[in-house]
């Protein structure tokens, strides 16, 4: 047990309890019931122990009601409205206003239908590329690629991708924000990754979305790994539209539903009337839905946005993860201890023999950005010589270590402040040297 570990875990409030977790036995690495070390919540968050509870109440009312649970569930609330208790509750997490958030679909989805609505190029003014990074996200960079050709544009001509300067892993901002002084009458729309999945790099939202906007760029966001990580303040800093998922820190199952943010002045009015979109009929005016008019009206919120009813027992999972958060006193709170937990697991790293490039026995080095404020949870580990990741991997999995890799070179370690704890780290790197040795 390490001092300072468990004076720091005395410190910070964890809220481990309220999570369901592997064991040594359901991973299959031997017979016992030890938790695992898991520090996985950057691709799939924990269950929490509540889930159960919230999806066994809409399944109670599924089997009472029928489809008259749809609007006469007594049990929790009515299923045409089912989403909507859980707006209060997710726009406190991305820092928006009620009227600018929508539980709806699935990550790339949702980003595909604001894409769709949000990119339009100017042909005969040339302003018609999209900005982003390059090493984004596969399923990010199908998107966009396939959005300049439904758009009718040559994808070569229409991608712009910045990558970190030669011998550097992350972008730094002042490069982006060249490239838009330099380029901007060029670009109609700006789509970064909030926190990139690889490197695990924060970029500067804020800053990014201001320049973009003075250049004349609508600038949006993949949020996948930063709603849940971060204190994000999507309204304050103008953000024209987000998406984001809620399987890694938000813990709404694999596959959990997404969520979308349109800002209040695109979101309303005589914008969102006329905005094209791809359109459904949970997004027409409540009032008027179970009409069956052919007259879409959609409703001035980011509501307007959605397109079909939600699944009841995905927004029921995800109803049991926001309330965790809230026990623990909301995402500010949540992001003071994860720079702590992460800060520490870095310091912990830097002091291991195997730490740096070594030409002579394997190693690894960092290559997430050393400020706190430049990254969330996640460090990314990458590995000399290459083959050295896949021989970690399994000593650490095959002792009860759950964390996620990149090939060819790269391990990802997310130390998730709902239910990681200091311990956690030491105990990674006490075993990650031990891979070390022998190898």
Not at 224 to 247: E, M, P, Q, R, T
Not at 276 to 296: D, I, Q, S, V, Y
Request: proline residues 4%; contains cysteine.
């Amino acid at each position: 047990m390490s001092v300072e570990a468990s004076v720091l875990d005395e410190k910070y409030l964890t809220v481990a309890d309220n999570f369901e977790f592997p064991t040594w036995k359901s991973m299959g690495v031997n017979e016992t019931n030890d938790k695992v070390n898991y520090l996985c919540g950057n691709s799939l968050g924990l269950m929490p122990k509540s889930t159960r509870e919230f999806i066994n109440k809409e399944l109670d009312a599924w089997s009472a009601r029928g489809v008259e649970a749809h609007f006469r569930n007594e049990i929790t609330t009515d299923w045409v409205d089912v989403d909507l208790p859980l707006i209060p509750k997710i726009s406190k997490i991305v820092g928006a206003l009620e009227s600018e958030v929508a539980v709806m679909g699935t990550l790339t989805m949702d980003l595909n239908s604001l894409l769709i609505s949000f990119y339009q190029p100017d042909i005969a003014s040339g302003r018609t590329k999209i900005l982003f990074e390059r090493g984004a996200f596969p399923s990010d960079y199908y998107a966009m690629y396939n959005l300049a050709r439904l758009k009718g544009l040559d994808p070569k001509e229409t991608l712009l991708q910045l990558e970190p300067l030669e011998g550097e892993f992350t972008l730094r901002t002042e490069e982006i924000l060249k490239v838009l002084e330099d380029r901007g009458n060029e670009i109609a729309l700006v789509c970064f990754s909030g926190i990139q999945y690889y490197t695990g790099q924060l970029f500067d939202i804020e800053k990014i979305t201001q320049k973009g906007h003075e250049m004349g760029c609508t600038v949006g966001w993949d949020l996948a790994h930063a709603a849940g990580n971060i204190n994000l303040k999507l309204h304050d800093w103008n953000v024209d539209f987000a998406a984001w998922c809620s399987y890694k820190y938000l813990n709404a199952g694999p596959g959990g539903i997404g969520g979308i943010f349109v800002h209040e002045r695109l979101s309303k009015g005589d914008d969102i009337k006329g905005r094209p979109r791809l359109a459904g009929w949970w997004g027409n005016e409540a009032n008027n839905r179970f009409k069956m008019e052919e007259k879409f009206r959609p409703i001035e919120s980011a509501l307007g946005f959605r397109q079909s009813n939600p699944s009841v027992l995905d927004v029921a999972s995800l109803n049991s993860s926001l309330d965790v958060f809230e026990a623990y006193g909301g995402i500010e709170k949540l992001r003071e201890k994860s720079i702590a937990l992460t800060g520490f697991l870095e310091k912990l790293l830097l002091k291991s023999e195997y730490y740096g490039k070594s030409s002579d026995k394997p190693s690894f080095e960092i290559i997430t950005p050393t400020n706190p404020l430049e990254r969330g949870a996640q460090l990314s580990l990458l590995f000399h010589p290459e083959n050295c990741m896949e021989k970690v991997m399994e000593y650490l999995h095959s002792h009860g270590t759950v964390c996620d890799e990149r090939r060819p070179n790269v391990i990802r370690v997310a130390p998730t402040p709902l239910y990681n704890t200091f311990e956690d780290c030491v105990n990674f790197v006490e075993l990650l040297d031990k891979a070390m040795v022998d190898i």
